[in-house]
Each structure stands twice: as C-alpha cells, then as structure tokens.
C-alpha cells in the first residue's frame, strides 16, 4: 500500500480597508453594493500621463499584518511592475513588489490536528494594486474598475501545510488576525479576501517536493478544503496510472462540486518585472516599525495564553473564544460585568453558541444579538446566587432573554421561576414521586442505584424544573436511604 502525504502552500490576498486607493484619491466603496465603475479616477483608469501616489493608511496597514506575522520588515521598500495584458489591468502592467517587499520571514502559529501548536512559515508579504473585476455575462465580458488600485495585500506562505484541514486552520487563523487588527473584514464571498490554494502531493519514497497546481476562485474555506481534497484525490490518482501531474492554474466549480483545468502552464509565468519607475523607494524607519509595534492591538494568540494563565481556561476554551474578536470582546465584556471567567467561557462556548448556530448567527456577528454581555452576566449572578438553578436559565430564561430582549431577573419574576429551596415544599414532592413510581423505587431497592437519575427527574418534573438541585438530591436520598435501611 503506497503512502502518499498532502502538501500545501497558501498564496492570500487581502484588500487593506483603506478610505482611497493604493496610489490615487479615488474612493474605495463596497464592491457588491456600488454602482459599477462609479468609484473610477484617471489612475484606476490607467490613462496615459497619471503619475501613482502611495497611500501611506495602507503601508502602515501592511505592516502591522506583516508585524502581526513576525515577520522581518526590511527598512527598504521599492516597487516593480508586473507586465502582463488582461481587460481587467487597463494600464498593461500591475504595481507589485518583486524584489524588495513589505515583510519577509514570519510565521503563523496553528492548532495541528493532534493538539500540538505548529508554526507555519510566512515567506512573505507584498503591497500591490487590487485589478478590476471581469463579470461574463450573455456572451459578452463586462468590466468594473471600481476595484481597480484597491490596495492589496500578498501573503505567501511557505510550503508547510500538510492537510486540507491544517489549511483551513491557517486560513482561520491568518483572517482572524486580520480582523483583530481592523485593516480586513475577512469577507471572502465578497473577494475582500481571496485564497489560492498551491497543491502537491508526496510520496513516502520522495527526497524532494513533487509539481504542484494551483487552485483559485475559493469564495469559502469550506470550499477550499473541498477543492483540496478533490485536487489530492486527482493527483494520486494520475501518479498511481503512471501519470504525471502538469502544472495548472485550476478553479473549483461549485455547481458541480469539481476542479476545472483553467489553463496548462507551459513554461514559468513571464511578467519582466522592473523597479516601478514612478515612484520612489520607500524607507521604513525602525522608529517608524516600533511604533506600529507598540500600537497594535492584542492578537488572538495573546489573548488566548493570557485567557490561560490569568483566567485558568483550558487551552481549547481559550482557542474558541479568542478566534474571533467580536466573541472575545463579548466575554470580556461578561467579565468586566461580574462573571466569573470559566462560567462564562462554559455558557458561551455552550448554549450561547447553540442558539447563535439555530438562529444561523455568524459568531463574529456576537455584539448584534438580543442578549447583551452585560444581561447574560446578569442571568449568571442569578444563577450563583441561586435565585433560579442552572436548567431553568438554560431552558427557559436564556431563550425568553432572546426572544423577548427582556432581563433575566424581570422573566424570572414575571414567568414564576425562582427556584424552589423550601424543603417542606420539596419533600411534599419527593414523596409524591416515590409513592407514584413504587416500580422505580423496587428497583432501586433490588440494588439498581442508577434508577435514582430517573426519579430525580420525575421530582425536578414535579417542581416543573425549579427545584434546587442541591435539596432534592438531598432528600431524595435520605428517604431512599431510609427506605432500604
Ligand atoms: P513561484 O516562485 O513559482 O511563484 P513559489 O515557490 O514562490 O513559486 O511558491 C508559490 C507558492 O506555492 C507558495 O505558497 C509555496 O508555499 C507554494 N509551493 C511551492 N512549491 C510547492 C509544492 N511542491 N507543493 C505545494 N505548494 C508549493
Ligand atoms: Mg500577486
């Protein structure tokens, strides 16, 4: 049985939400909303005779990812021209970095699948132009420039990624780090965020990395990793017919839910890269980096081990909440409310998150739900102080909260359901039970001591879920106790 290893490498764009263009004043609008080809200046044009500015938002913008990536930022910037001709480059040339880019040498730090953290290296990160956007439609080809000089932002990884689902973690991970920082809304249905997938496949006999393809046009991760998936399966496949695997730039066709061959590579991409005449170098001064540094926010990393240490989450929990910003802010937001921090990280992770999945609610989209931070910090207080036990606030009041957008403490008071702690009102009901069940209780009696779950149950029933659990527990067994002595 021959051994064959998955090998990925990542190649990210990301627009960089700067308020104008990479090189022009032009506006950057929305590109779904917009009106096609309403945010356009001579410059995204290409006409003859403009001459580039560099917005210096989006270069501090792609250095703070490429700080975020630990990457080295080389003090010296200069741009290339990328020459090639599609209708979507008006001027026949992009401006690229070639040579001398934006950041080189990071790493991107990974759950791998066996628990371990693993570093994926980022070899680098590069500025450029976004180009403008092909629709083929009715035959015919139309072109909106609106995107055209939308700063962008190249993130190439190296070679490291071993599964399709270590693929999706790294891209998880590179668009959570993007969103913390605020300079991407990771929106990849929209291309604000696009992933190109470079696949080879290695057989355990293999001293060197095989021919690899390379997939564009994933619009989701899910996507991705089926494309993946699908592109190992093919390459085995040819290598076990005696095939061999040729270079390609393939796509993924949803509909059909397979790769397409787009076009063969013949021979390495010929682009005559040189130095962008037009603008001047940039010197990326170390005062200038170390300020950047010292302003970034806390990462998803940070976050995490302080979430550890401070807060003594496990790993994991810490993993979940930090993933996403909006999600971490929340929790923190629960705790500047007086949650305790491993109740809180237990609720969100837990019936938080389940009603968010039934509602179909993004995580990222946490702060737009009914129950704020602040009312479920509430619900919890009432749950610790014992006003109401765990079942009903997660039963009942939790989902009233959201429906409603009423507090914990009015549906509590308005729907009757405080919890039930007077023994004489609880042992009234726990005998009830024991006399309606004698067909529990023998069982128990014969030595079956799982049976108490059950009955257990049928009290809590009996107290229509609000019993103190504590109490009835108690009880309970010394009845039963009793019973058997
Ligand atoms: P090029 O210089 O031809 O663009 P690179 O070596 O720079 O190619 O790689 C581009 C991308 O392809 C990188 O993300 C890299 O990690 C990935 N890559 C390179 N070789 C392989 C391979 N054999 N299998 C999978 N990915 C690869
Ligand atoms: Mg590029």
Redesign the pocket.
């Known amino acids: 049985m021959s051994e064959w290893k998955t ?5 990210v764009h990301a627009e960089l939400e700067t308020a104008s263009k990479m090189f022009s004043p032009c506006p950057v609008v929305d590109s779904v909303e917009a009106e096609p080809n309403s945010a356009v200046d001579p410059l995204s044009l290409g006409m003859p005779g403009t001459l580039p500015v560099i917005n210096m938002q989006a270069m501090e913008y792609g250095i703070m990812v490429g700080l975020a990536l630990n990457c080295d930022i080389p003090p010296i910037n200069q741009f290339a021209r990328k020459n090639y001709f599609y209708p979507d480059l008006p001027k026949g040339y992009q401006i690229s970095q070639y040579d001398r880019p934006l950041a080189i040498n990071g790493f991107v730090t990974i759950d791998a699948e066996n628990g371990a953290k693993k570093q994926i290296r980022v ?1 680098r990160a590069h500025m450029e132009e976004d180009t403008g956007k092909l629709s083929h439609v009715m035959g015919g080809s139309l072109v909106d420039y609106n995107r055209a000089g939308v700063p962008l932002l190249e993130i ?5 990624l071993f599964s399709s689902e270590e693929a999706a973690r790294y891209a998880r991970k590179l668009r959570s780090i993007l969103r913390y920082l605020n300079v991407n809304s990771g929106d990849m249905s929209k291309g604000i965020l696009r992933f190109e997938a ?3 496949v290695l057989h355990s006999s293999d001293s060197e ?4 393809t ?1 997939i564009k046009n994933l619009n989701s991760i899910r996507n991705m990793v089926k494309a993946i998936d699908y592109e190992v399966r093919r390459q085995i496949k040819l290598y076990e017919n005696g095939e061999t695997v040729k270079p390609a730039t393939l796509g993924w066709d949803e509909a059909a839910q397979r790769i397409t061959i787009q076009r063969y590579k013949e021979r ?1 991409d010929e682009y005559r890269y040189f130095p962008e005449p037009d603008l001047p170098i940039v010197e990326v001064s170390r005062a200038w980096v170390d300020e950047i540094r010292a302003g970034l926010p806390a990462l998803p990393d940070q976050l995490q081990q302080r979430y550890v240490e401070d807060l003594g989450l496990s790993d994991y929990d810490a993993g979940v909440l930090t993933a996403e910003r909006a999600v971490a802010d929340y929790f923190q937001a629960m705790i500047a409310a007086g949650a305790e921090a491993k109740s809180a990280a237990n609720w969100i992770t837990g019936d938080l998150f389940r009603l968010m999945n039934a509602k179909e609610i993004e995580r990222e989209a946490i702060a737009t739900i009914p129950v704020t931070a602040a009312g479920f910090a509430e619900l919890l207080a009432l749950v610790q102080d014992g006003t109401i036990n765990q079942s009903t606030a997660r039963k009942r009041v939790l989902p009233a909260m959201w429906e409603s957008g009423k507090d914990a403490r009015t549906i509590v008071d308005d729907e009757g359901l405080a919890q039930v702690s007077d023994t004489a009102l609880i042992a009234d009901a726990v005998d009830k039970v024991l006399r309606a069940n004698d067909d529990m209780v023998q069982r128990y009696l014969d030595g079956n001591d799982k049976v108490v779950n059950a009955i257990f149950g049928r009290i809590m029933g009996e107290l229509r879920g609000k019993g103190d659990p504590k109490v009835v527990r108690q009880i309970l067994s010394e009845k039963l106790t009793e019973m058997r002595d």
Do not use: F, T
């Open positions: 090998v990925i490498g990542l190649e070899r190439v990884s190296e070679p490291d470079n696949v080879s990395l095989r021919e690899r390379e390495a």
